[in-house]
């Protein structure tokens, strides 16, 4: 059995004093979930939440990381910096990203590698927008997304990241997808998987749904067959996040 996996994605919210207070106040409430909690935080909150969550079983992502091993990039973050700070996750390819600072499928990629050899679980994200959905263009985009991604990542590799399918119509704009939207496109990702690798690797391999995600919608998405719980944004910052990590 999968174990379900549910992501917070903080965005650029939360100054890192403010971080602190809220994971002192979320530990005792969200440790108890059944489900793999993982808090990605902007990066200078790092630091201040790793030190709340070091004696529980929630973990702390990153929200990017750049791809080379170190040196003359400004501005940016290491795989290794963001080990040694006690990060275990690390969303790759956000729509915002790709959007906004021009991320293209081979920096995702790479991306996905370094972060593997790292041992960083890769949080990586695809989907379209509603122009594609509605030219019938989603499954093919998810497609070639997902095959870049994982372009020389091994069968041993795949089974440790974590795919978010995260339909960027439905990302911070209330509109959900239906339960039988998010589980058709997840079944596809899953059976790119297995044309990519394996049955075996695709039937291990966890994929999640984001976008809109809140307490009310949680729980009909993360049943799903083929949907492996959530990356939750604007309602990881409210107090209904709770309800969500441990949904019934
Ligand atoms: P949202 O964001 O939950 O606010 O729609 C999800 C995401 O962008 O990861």
């Known amino acids: 059995m999968r174990q379900k996996v549910i992501a917070a994605n903080?965005?650029?919210?939360?100054?890192?004093?403010?971080?602190?207070?809220?994971?002192?106040?979320?530990?005792?409430?969200?440790?108890?979930?059944?489900?793999?909690?993982?808090?990605?935080?902007?990066?200078?909150?790092?630091?201040p939440v790793v030190s709340v969550v070091k004696d529980s079983n929630i973990h702390i992502g990153a929200e990017n990381m750049h791809y080379e091993e170190n040196g003359a990039y400004t501005g940016e973050l290491s795989a290794e910096m963001l080990t040694d700070a006690g990060v275990s996750h690390v969303i790759l390819g956000h729509s915002e990203r790709r959007e906004y600072f021009m991320e293209s499928d081979m920096m995702i990629n790479k991306k996905v590698?370094?972060?593997?050899?790292?041992?960083?679980?890769?949080?990586?994200?695809?989907?379209?927008?509603?122009?594609?959905?509605?030219a019938g263009e989603t499954f093919d985009l998810i497609k070639y997304q997902i095959t870049s991604a994982f372009v020389n990542v091994s069968a041993t590799q795949a089974i440790k990241c974590i795919i978010a399918y995260e339909p960027i119509w439905a990302i911070g704009s209330g509109k959900v997808a239906t339960a039988e939207q998010a589980?058709?496109?997840?079944?596809?990702?899953?059976?790119?998987?297995?044309?990519?690798?394996?049955?075996?690797?695709?039937?291990?391999?966890?994929?999640?749904?984001?976008?809109?995600?809140?307490?009310?919608?949680?729980?009909?998405?993360?049943?799903?067959?083929?949907i492996d719980g959530g990356l939750v944004g604007g309602a990881s910052l409210k107090p209904e996040f709770e309800e969500i990590v441990n949904y019934k």
């Open 183 to 226: 589980q058709e496109v997840c079944l596809k990702i899953r059976s790119c998987i297995s044309e990519l690798y394996n049955e075996q690797v695709a039937y291990l391999i966890r994929i999640i749904y984001g976008g809109s995600v809140n307490a009310a919608n949680a729980a009909e998405l993360f049943t799903q067959p083929d």
């Open 10 to 47: 903080w965005k650029m919210n939360m100054t890192p004093s403010k971080a602190e207070d809220i994971m002192k106040q979320l530990k005792s409430k969200i440790e108890k979930s059944h489900a793999e909690v993982v808090i990605c935080v902007p990066s200078i909150d790092i630091v």
């Open 113 to 134: 590698r370094k972060a593997l050899q790292y041992h960083i679980t890769p949080i990586i994200c695809c989907g379209e927008t509603l122009k594609q959905r509605d």
